[in-house]
């Protein structure tokens, strides 16, 4: 994708060209990620991985309808957790990125990450091209370097996926965990709302 292309669609985000900030610290970096009112009443949590195409689907095509009629809404609040999947490593790179980020971007750094996926995802050098778009959200290369050499965010990430796992029997993605049902793979936007309207009532 040429340069000026990649920067519209990330001014159109909110992303492009955001002043630098000081990177989380390792810790708080590892917090779950929420998106909406915490105090919603409904809880979706997400495991997902930024390489995985079907995550991309979810988050291009279902979430937004999901955002607008249950998380705006106060209804529901979603819980993002990652788990990385192949190619492993590049997974975890792009969602350390992401959790280095200012915790109010986040979510616009995921959003941003997904539409672009397969445009980083299988460039001849993925990290160059996650440089990128982070340095276009206001991370600068020297930060970028330090998040995806910070060892104790990459061995956090990896630990909490197992979590994952054990608690909830997490093998693929994406799954989600609503009202302690599990739910594996996308759903279209009809069965998801489906499945929280049940949880709901």
């Known amino acids: 994708m040429r340069i000026s292309a990649l920067m519209a669609g990330l001014a159109a985000l909110g992303l492009a060209v955001a002043a630098q900030a000081e990177p989380l610290p390792t810790e708080q970096a590892l917090k779950d990620r929420v998106l909406g009112d915490p105090g919603a009443p409904l809880t979706i949590i997400e495991y997902a991985s930024l390489t995985c195409p079907s995550c991309a689907k979810f988050h291009n095509e279902v979430l937004p309808q999901v955002k607008k009629d249950w998380i705006d809404t106060g209804r529901a609040k979603l819980i993002y957790r990652d788990y990385p999947t192949n190619p492993v490593a590049l997974a975890l790179y792009a969602a350390m990125v992401a959790r280095c980020a200012p915790e109010d971007r986040y979510f616009s750094y995921l959003e941003v990450f997904y539409k672009q996926q397969r445009s980083w995802g299988t460039s001849a050098d993925p990290l160059k091209a996650l440089a990128q778009l982070a340095r276009l959200g206001g991370m600068s290369q020297a930060d970028f370097d330090a998040c995806t050499g910070n060892e104790e965010l990459f061995t ?46």
């Open 156 to 201: 956090g990430i990896r630990e909490r996926a197992l979590d994952g796992r054990m608690e909830y029997g997490v093998e693929s993605t994406p799954s989600f965990v609503i009202d302690g049902q599990v739910i594996r793979g996308v759903l279209e936007y009809a069965d998801f709302n489906k499945v929280l309207e049940d949880a709901a009532k």
